[in-house]
């Protein structure tokens, strides 16, 4: 959470975790990987859709959609290339599961592309440039 | 609304029924009112999230522990292992630590823990170290206040009931350790009847390194069979003598309630340390063949190591002139307190109905002026009127120890009165007193034991509870009471549950500890044999039928968790690096039939554990502190294989040897 906040690209994201009241459990004791959209990635979203979520009444919705972007575990990059090697799939704090590949260019997960991995005192980040959005 | 007052209903009720069973009706103004006012209960009230202002270490007595509270609060915050095994933090049963508990006797898994004492700078406390002695098998200890762990235990030899221990002179150059008991010295095979002349006393002088606070057991003054009870040094003007009650002075050793208490006048013995060390200088010592162990932690290795101390240098006090002075004091004084500045040396006469004032001063004057009143062998006897200041009239009954606000006021507990009367020191009159609940023992004011004392909280330790919470059984807590004696009169504000006995204190204001406290140990100057600095040092070497495992452990898995070859009759050593660099991210762990406690490891440290399998199967290890969601995933398998089968050691986690790519 520090990390995020010390960077301007993550602002859309860090006031998304605060509208969504779930500004602790991504500063305990983790460990947590947490895949951090940056702001161009919220703009990616049709006109409109970020306000939307950000009021009071979609709350519980934006907490779900945050809440796809954690996994409750430690997943360094190679631990991530393990599990696309092993046809894993990352169990997300949302409920879902997301997969993991390695493509020529990367690793993908949920079909987004790392960007850049950052390590944090209780766990990763990894930056990606789309929302990791649950089909529903 | 309804509740609340319920409850204060009850809290009154329970107040006045405690009192009245105190038997002290007649000799208290009754401070028990006070606690019930709202004001009262907020000037202990410290609210969720805040910090105390102080710290608090209260021995445990016969636990042998040191526990450390917050004041006002009385919050418990850890309790360190020192004297005893600690199956909850692995102390004394890891490998690491085992050799802690070493002593002359062997291995000793208990102990019994007395007088903590900070470590001063100028007569003031610094927060460097804390030391405790150990009542029955003569040790001292050095704790860390940077980590709050027992870095050192030095035993005493010729010691015996190391009571009149562990206090620090006002620069730390010593502390003192003296013993309760006199023995033969050396020991020897003679009838108890021939105790008179033949049993003797020492007294330890241990020289604390300035820099990592070692101690070496400098010299022992050798004394007259008498009981050493308590000691405290001189500061300021009276900087370089130290002075111990004594009691049985009539040598008896048996029926000592009786046979020990007919002399009128007991001593405090003012040992002159400076002359000590000229009279060491001037090579005017014998030196005596002792074995004594002598343990320390290693910083670096994580690991404790014994040595073993093989003599001792003795200065005898009955013929090195002015090197002890004998001081009467009424009825078999126990408490020995200094005052701030150094000029009066208070004795409680536990049988006494009022306490003695020494005055430095007058005793120096008095040496002059060979003010003496006989000799015990040797060792001149002070003319009391030559030395004596004053004394407290009618201050209750049973005084043991005082304390001092640094304001001209001490602060002497009664044990059969089961009170703490407040008097003016120069003046001796009684100023207050108030009554606990029940036969306080020691008292604690944080800083008391120095030239500046804070003269806010003060702390009663109590030896019996009976009625004051509820009841668990024959055995009940024993408790501390906080009072605040900030204004004139002393207000008990709260009382609180310790662990054991607690048996004395020290304290210090919390900002002197909490910025330089410890918070994880660098993986990178970890340098344990057995260290695995990450997955990929990890492994599993057979040598013989003994098996080192260095594995390590993180959230949230161990590496390796999956491990083969094991064989009945193996000796397997688990050697487990936390390999976490955050604050507050322990990890524990312990198998299944293993003949021992589980380890607590904090961050960037490697602690070991053996394992002796005795039946065939595959058998589980597990995190036993929940450090994470993963809490409960964090575990692993060992197969062990019939003794002589030929199972190839293997080792993995997630399949792979860890930290393949």
Redesign the interface.
């Known amino acids: 959470m520090q990390i995020a906040s010390s960077i301007d690209d993550f602002s859309t994201l860090v006031a998304a975790i605060k509208a969504a009241g779930v500004e602790n459990a991504v500063v305990n004791?983790?460990?947590l990987t947490i895949f951090a959209p940056l702001n161009s990635a919220f703009a990616k979203l049709p006109k409109g859709t970020v306000e939307t979520l950000l009021k009071p009444e979609n709350k519980s919705k934006l907490a779900f959609i945050l809440t796809n972007h954690v996994a409750?575990?430690?997943y360094p990059t190679?631990q991530l290339k393990?599990e696309a090697k092993k046809k894993r799939k990352l169990y997300m704090a949302s409920g879902k599961y997301l997969e993991v590949v390695t493509k020529d260019d990367g690793m993908y997960v949920g079909g987004v592309k790392i960007i850049k991995t950052v390590k944090a005192?209780?766990g990763w980040i990894h930056v990606i440039d789309d929302l990791l959005l649950p089909a529903e | 609304m309804k509740k609340y007052i319920l409850y204060f209903m009850s809290f009154i009720g329970l107040v006045v029924f405690a009192s009245s069973c105190g038997g002290n009706n007649g000799s208290s103004n009754n401070g028990g009112s006070g606690v019930l006012s709202s004001s009262m209960a907020e000037q202990a009230y410290v609210a969720p999230g805040e910090y105390d202002d102080f710290y608090a270490f209260i021995s445990g007595g016969f636990s042998g522990q040191l526990a450390v509270y917050g004041l006002p609060s009385g919050r418990l915050f850890r309790v360190i292992p020192v004297f005893s095994q600690d199956p909850e933090k692995g102390y004394g049963y890891n490998e690491e630590t085992k050799a802690m508990l070493n002593t002359s006797y062997g291995f000793v898994p208990w102990g019994d823990s007395h007088h903590p004492d900070i470590s001063q700078t100028n007569g003031e406390i610094d927060g460097r170290w804390i030391f405790i002695n150990e009542n029955n098998t003569p040790r001292i200890a050095r704790i860390s206040l940077k980590t709050f762990e027992t870095e050192e235990i030095i035993e005493i030899p010729n010691s015996a009931g190391n009571h009149s221990s562990s206090f620090v002179t006002e620069n730390s150059e010593y502390v003192v350790a003296g013993t309760r008991f006199s023995v033969p010295i050396p020991q020897k095979d003679i009838p108890i009847s021939e105790y008179k002349g033949n049993f003797k006393g020492s007294l330890s002088f241990l020289k604390i390194d300035q820099e990592h606070g070692d101690m070496d057991l400098s010299f022992q003054i050798r004394m007259p069979g008498f009981d050493y009870d308590l000691s405290h040094p001189g500061r300021g003007k009276s900087h370089g003598w130290f002075f111990f009650t004594t009691y049985n002075t009539e040598e008896a050793s048996t029926l000592m309630e009786v046979n020990a208490s007919q002399n009128d006048k007991d001593f405090i013995a003012a040992v002159n340390w400076k002359k000590a060390e000229e009279y060491i200088k001037a090579g005017k010592f014998t030196t005596e063949k002792v074995k004594y162990a002598h343990n320390k932690w290693n910083d670096a290795t994580h690991t404790a190591k014994t040595t073993w101390g093989k003599e001792v240098k003795v200065l005898d006090a009955s013929t090195l002139p002015g090197l002890v002075y004998f001081m009467p004091t009424p009825k078999s004084p126990h408490g020995c307190d200094v005052t701030p500045d150094g000029e009066y040396i208070i004795g409680s006469g536990k049988l006494a109905a009022e306490l003695t004032a020494h005055s430095f001063t007058k005793m120096i004057k008095a040496i002059e002026d060979k003010a003496f009143d006989g000799e015990a062998y040797g060792i001149p006897i002070l003319k009391y009127d030559a030395i004596n200041a004053g004394s407290v009239k009618q201050a209750g009954l049973g005084p043991l120890h005082t304390e001092f606000d640094g304001k001209g006021n001490a602060y002497t507990t009664f044990f059969i009165s089961s009170e703490v009367v407040k008097w003016k020191l120069g003046t001796w009159e009684v100023l207050d007193r108030k009554p606990v609940y029940y036969s306080v023992g020691h008292l604690m004011i944080p800083g008391g034991n120095s030239r500046k004392p804070f003269g806010k909280y003060m702390v009663a330790m109590n030896k019996i509870t009976k009625d004051r919470y509820l009841p668990t059984g024959p055995e009940v807590c024993q408790s501390a009471q906080l009072f605040d004696i900030s204004g004139d009169k002393m207000k008990l504000i709260l009382d609180f549950p310790t662990i054991g006995e607690p048996h004395y204190a020290a304290g210090c204001p919390a900002d002197l500890l909490m910025g330089k406290t410890t918070k994880i140990f660098k993986l990178e100057e970890n340098k344990h044999p057995y260290a695995a600095l990450t997955e990929a040092d990890t492994k599993v070497v057979r040598k013989g039928n003994e098996v080192h495992i260095n594995m390590t452990m993180?959230?949230?898995h161990f590496a390796p968790d999956n491990i083969e070859g094991i064989k009945v009759g193996d000796k397997v050593f688990f050697h487990v690096t936390n390999l976490e660099q955050?604050y507050?991210?322990p990890h524990g762990i312990s198998m299944i039939g293993a003949n021992t406690s589980e380890l607590l490891i904090m961050p960037g440290r490697t602690e070991t554990f053996i394992w002796e399998p005795k039946l065939v199967g595959v058998w589980p290890f597990y995190c036993t502190d929940f450090?994470?969601?993963?809490h409960q995933e964090m575990q692993g398998y060992v197969r062990v294989s019939p003794k002589g089968s030929n199972t190839p050691i293997k080792y993995t986690l997630?399949d792979d040897i860890p930290g393949a790519?």
């Open positions: 004791a983790g460990p409750p575990a430690n190679k393990k005192s209780n | 993180i959230r949230s955050d507050d991210v450090c994470s969601a993963l997630d790519e």
